[in-house]
């Protein structure tokens, strides 16, 4: 039973991780040929953007893991349904800001003058394909949690291979600047759509669409489930958010340049830890819907293990590394956004382990349907404790106390997830299981 169990976890996992990793890259692929492309400004523009897109991504994913997770527990047939109504609902508001409201979201994530034409046409772009996103979460978790991981994560790494295609093409060749990134961007989705849809053609299948009403309730019910994988992705926007604010004011234009070099590899990191999260829910809630406890809190081990020896191997090949990864991504070669980026690449980074360890605790306790303790985790980790030592950090320590900040966070909510771990009737060791 062991063995079935961690096999069907390295199989979920693993392609979801290559999912995720692919999907990460949209905005990896974006700065990498932003920053080849336009320079600086374009970073910096591209960085002061990225925030609106975790706020994307994170309502697609909330509304897709939390609906799926019921339909896993229970077997719903009308949740799908319900979740793509929902998710119609959340589209039609981040439509409506990209067409009327891009210009003051611009200005209130901080773009300055020389910046502001740029940061505005990428997030208007972004704004309007939402659509396309959330609806292709939604029905990448549904079909993942539907037994078919293999073609979610096909669908994932076709769109991104799309998105560093027209990248290049719109960027180089049609010399389209910031709006043919945000371009390549926002097609993607529509390209692993189309490859997810072959599953509702095949006999395997269970999903379908139900003649229904839009229940308050059910949509209640899937924030629940869903908001610490809101969170955790919303919580990449906010620091980046809340890390710019600060840095501007003690850097300039520059250190928020090497400061979207170190956040967006931290997306990719965070993706990671994602996708192990996202391969563990379906076995865990469905190990919790038929009242094997014991095997939903195999895969938990499984799922920390694996967060915590891929963090020691990142680390240890980017402190190596440092200068070469950080050159890749400065075409102009200069000295000042060097300097800022690699001192921060090496102390940032001494977060990830307790960030793998955060993700997998929070989207447990979602997966058996104790969100609250999982929202309490996320809450944390977004808002409630990294913005203070943020704040408080960089008034004493300035760009070192910038960079400090989110390992004392994410150590801090490591403790907190274990102490709840514990409540919960769980054990590092014995035969105690959660209650």
């Not at 773009?111 to 609806?135: G, K």
């Not at 001494?350 to 969100?371: E, P, R, Y």
Request: with cysteine; net charge positive; hydrophobic share 50%.
């Amino acid at each position: 039973m062991e063995k079935s169990i961690l096999s069907e976890f390295a199989k979920y996992s693993s392609l979801n991780v290559i999912g995720m990793l692919a999907l990460s890259c949209y905005i990896l692929a974006d700065t990498f040929f932003v920053a080849q492309g336009i320079g600086a400004n374009g970073l910096t523009a591209l960085n002061l953007a990225i925030p609106v897109y975790s706020v994307i991504s994170a309502a697609g994913l909330m509304t897709g893991v939390g609906a799926a997770t019921r339909f896993a527990i229970s077997g719903s047939k009308t949740i799908f349904t319900q979740s793509l109504i929902f998710g119609f609902l959340i589209s039609a508001v981040c439509f409506f800001c990209g067409l009327f409201l891009s210009p003051n979201i611009a200005f209130l994530l901080g773009a300055s003058e020389d910046v502001f034409e740029t940061t505005r046409s990428y997030l208007q772009i972004l704004l309007l394909f939402a659509p396309l996103f959330i609806t292709d979460s939604i029905i990448s978790c549904f079909v993942r949690n539907d037994r078919n991981p293999r073609l979610s994560m096909i669908a994932m790494t076709c769109g991104t291979f799309t998105n560093i295609l027209f990248d290049y093409i719109f960027i180089f060749p049609l010399d389209m600047g910031i709006m043919g990134a945000a371009l390549a961007t926002g097609f993607s989705p529509f390209v692993s759509l189309v490859i997810l849809s072959a599953h509702f053609l095949s006999k395997r299948s269970t999903l379908s669409l139900q003649k229904i009403r839009l229940s308050l309730k059910a949509a209640l019910d899937i924030c629940r489930l869903g908001i610490s994988a809101f969170i955790t992705e919303f919580s990449s926007g906010i620091v980046m958010l809340v890390y710019n604010m600060i840095i501007l004011n003690i850097s300039g234009d520059l250190g928020v340049a090497a400061y979207g070099i170190i956040a967006n590899i931290s997306l990719v990191i965070v993706s990671v830890f994602t996708g192990i999260a996202q391969g563990s829910q379906p076995i865990i809630s469905r190990c919790y819907g038929r009242g094997d406890n014991r095997g939903a809190l195999k895969v938990l081990k499984y799922a920390i293990i694996a967060s915590t020896v891929f963090s020691i191997i990142f680390y240890s090949v980017s402190f190596i590394f440092t200068n070469e990864i950080i050159c890749i991504f400065d075409r102009e070669n200069i000295g000042a956004l060097q300097d800022i980026a690699f001192s921060g690449f090496r102390i940032y980074f001494t977060s990830i382990i307790f960030a793998g360890i955060n993700i997998q605790c929070a989207s447990f306790f979602s997966s058996v349907d104790k969100s609250k303790y999982g929202f309490i985790i996320s809450v944390l980790r977004a808002a409630a404790l990294i913005i203070p030592v943020a704040l408080t950090l960089s008034y004493f320590f300035k760009m070192t106390g910038v960079w400090l900040s989110i390992t004392v966070t994410e150590l801090a909510v490591s403790i907190i997830a274990f102490i709840f771990l514990m409540k919960n009737g769980v054990r590092i060791s014995g035969k105690h299981y959660f209650k």
